[in-house]
Structures are given as C-alpha cells and as structure tokens.
C-alpha cells in the first residue's frame, strides 16, 4: 500500500458534468453535448496557454469556455449562465469519491488533491463534497503558474509532503494526466469509467480502475 495517495480533482473526485446536470430541463436536449464542448474548451486553454508561455486562473478559463460553448450550443439558453457557474464552483462529488477517501484515511494513507483548479474552485468544490476532514493537501498549479502536464505542476506533490516520485500514487480519470504523472515518476493510476482505449502507451499507468472504490487494494 502507498502512503501518499493523491487525487486530480475534476472528472476524478468532482463530477464536471453535474453543473448541466442541475439544470438539464431548461438546457434542453443539446445539455449534454454543450457540456462536453465547455469541458474540451476548458482543457484545450489550459494546454495552449502552458504552450505559449501564458498563464490566466482555471476559473477565467472556466468561463471562458462555458461562453464559447453557449455560443457554439445557442439552443441551451445562455441566461443559465450564472447558474451554470455557481454549479461548477460546488460541484457534486462522485458517489464513491467520499467512500474511498475513507477507507484510505482508515488505512494510514495521507491523501490529496493536485489540480488545475485555482484554490477558491477547489475549496468550494471540498466544502460542497464534505471531503476537507479525509484530505491533507489541497494542492493548486496556481502555485506554479502552470498547468498540468507540466512536471513542475506534479513536483509540488513531492514538495509538500517531502517524498520521492516513487512513493506518491496519483489518481485521475483523465489519460494525459496519468501520462504526465507517469513521466514524472510516480505510480499513475487511471480511473477509466467510460472503457476509453488507452493511450501514450508509452507512459502506462500502474493500474487501470472502473471505479475509485477498487483503489484500496490498487494503491
């Protein structure tokens, strides 16, 4: 068992869909798919900006694409955008995101969170779930002024709990995370709940999980 079990946040612990989630009557039958083009605009900025050597907060990027998303989607009114945003800042946690936390913390393990998300996002995605007690670090790239898959964003686990690479598990549902994870020396495990093929087979995780309640006996 590891000792040093670290999480990405959104799509892993938080449910990034569930702020469309809340308001899918009155988003119309285009919710889902504009929900998934804002969560694609979202990351794509993320990666640009770190490419070009810019840096602009998660949340001004959250927003961001939620308007070219609207825009792309103008069936899905673009009044809910308030709404949509509020949702996002305290999104649902996953069923079993709470459950796992627990049973790690029960079995010794120091937790995390390493995230994209600026530090208010995170803390008021934390409050929402309840999960504060069961984490000891809520670790934001905000630090670094980079996003993930920097390694410099994945040093500041190390850093804060005065590790090697080797020692930390990282945990995500997104592949290019686990990949960034991999390169830089710790344990990656993929949280694949939708049965993606794989990819960067050149950095495999460690593990590959359906669910988050299977980590106990992977970490």
């Avoid at 799509?11 to 899918?24: K, Q």
Wanted: hydrophobic share 45%; proline share 5%; net charge neutral.
């Amino acid at each position: 068992m590891a000792s040093i079990v670290v999480f990405d946040a959104y799509g892993t612990l938080f449910d990034v869909h569930a702020a469309v989630g809340r308001c899918h009557g009155e988003a119309g039958p285009e919710a889902g798919r504009m929900s998934e083009i804002w969560r694609a605009k979202q990351l794509e900025y993320t990666w640009t900006l770190t490419l070009a050597g810019h840096y602009l907060d998660f949340w001004t990027l959250t927003e961001r694409a939620l308007d070219f998303a609207l825009a792309r989607v103008p069936s899905v009114p673009a009044s809910l955008k308030p709404r949509l945003l509020e949702s996002y800042f305290r999104l649902d946690a996953f069923p079993d995101a709470r459950a796992t936390l627990r049973a790690l913390k029960a079995r010794g393990c120091r937790t995390g969170i390493l995230s994209n998300g600026s530090p208010a996002m995170l803390q008021g995605a934390v409050e929402a779930a309840g999960i504060g007690p069961d984490l000891d670090a809520v670790l934001s790239v905000d630090a670094v002024k980079l996003f993930k898959p920097r390694p410099e964003t994945y040093r500041l686990v190390t850093d804060h709990f005065a590790c090697r690479a080797a020692e930390v598990t990282f945990v995500s549902s997104n592949r290019w995370d686990v990949m960034g994870a991999t390169s830089a020396g710790l344990r990656g495990v993929w949280i694949n709940r939708g049965g993606a093929p794989d990819e960067y087979r050149d950095f495999p995780p460690a593990a590959v999980l359906s669910e988050l309640t299977a980590l106990a006996a992977a970490a």
